[in-house]
């Protein structure tokens, strides 16, 4: 690996706005599971098909695999952001263009981070949701919000790599 210069971005208001947002989503998973947790059945939904139907069940506990995961998820995607020299980049990295590098990949982090937190609550609410028997599944939002909030954050922040000062 060629040695890349150690920048540290300074975070714009859309960071911080970023990781505000990342933070008020992960204390609102927790809190809204430890609220909803005693009302929930001993067996709940503990996978959807791709048509968001509920089609693996198991007990409530298992629930709290979903915030624990977006947790660990949270903090190593943090953490990551602070070393954006480490990152595989498709495009070379020169003392020219590595801030802008390195703030465009640390952006793309933080979005990725937040639209991950964003699915894994939304899936915990329709699990509670379906395991109550209020809903019937994750509903047909589910495969275009996927894509809306990971997929589209990845072709544009990588074709924003590309792109030249």
Same mark, same amino acid.
């Given at each position: 690996?060629?040695?890349? /210069?150690?920048?540290?971005?300074?975070?714009?208001?859309?960071?911080? %706005?970023?990781?505000?947002? *990342?933070?008020?989503?992960?204390?609102?998973?927790?809190?809204?599971?430890?609220? #909803?947790?005693?009302?929930? /059945?001993?067996?709940?939904?503990? #996978? =959807?098909?791709?048509? *968001?139907?509920?089609? !693996?069940? !198991?007990?409530?506990?298992?629930?709290?695999?979903?915030?624990?995961?977006?947790?660990? $998820?949270?903090?190593?995607?943090?953490?990551?952001? =602070?070393?954006?020299?480490?990152?595989?980049?498709?495009?070379?990295?020169?003392?020219?263009?590595?801030?802008?590098?390195? %703030?465009?990949?640390?952006?793309?982090?933080?979005?990725?981070?937040? !639209? $991950? &937190? &964003?699915?894994?609550?939304?899936?915990?609410?329709?699990?509670?949701? %379906?395991?109550? !028997?209020?809903?019937? *599944?994750?509903?047909?939002?589910?495969?275009? $919000?996927?894509?809306?909030?990971?997929?589209?954050? $990845?072709?544009?922040?990588?074709?924003?790599? =590309?792109?030249?000062?």
């Amino acid at each position: 690996m060629e040695k890349r /210069p150690r920048i540290k971005p300074k975070l714009t208001y859309l960071d911080k %706005t970023l990781e505000v947002a *990342g933070l008020l989503v992960l204390f609102s998973f927790w809190i809204h599971l430890v609220i #909803h947790y005693p009302s929930l /059945p001993e067996t709940i939904p503990t #996978h =959807f098909n791709a048509a *968001g139907e509920a089609d !693996g069940f !198991g007990k409530k506990s298992s629930i709290f695999m979903l915030p624990i995961i977006a947790s660990i $998820l949270y903090a190593l995607m943090t953490v990551l952001n =602070f070393f954006p020299h480490i990152y595989n980049f498709p495009t070379k990295i020169t003392p020219e263009n590595a801030f802008r590098q390195y %703030t465009n990949a640390t952006q793309m982090i933080r979005v990725v981070k937040l !639209g $991950l &937190l &964003l699915l894994f609550f939304s899936i915990e609410i329709k699990t509670v949701k %379906t395991a109550i !028997g209020k809903a019937e *599944g994750l509903g047909d939002w589910f495969l275009p $919000l996927t894509f809306l909030l990971l997929v589209f954050p $990845l072709i544009f922040f990588t074709t924003r790599m =590309f792109k030249k000062d």
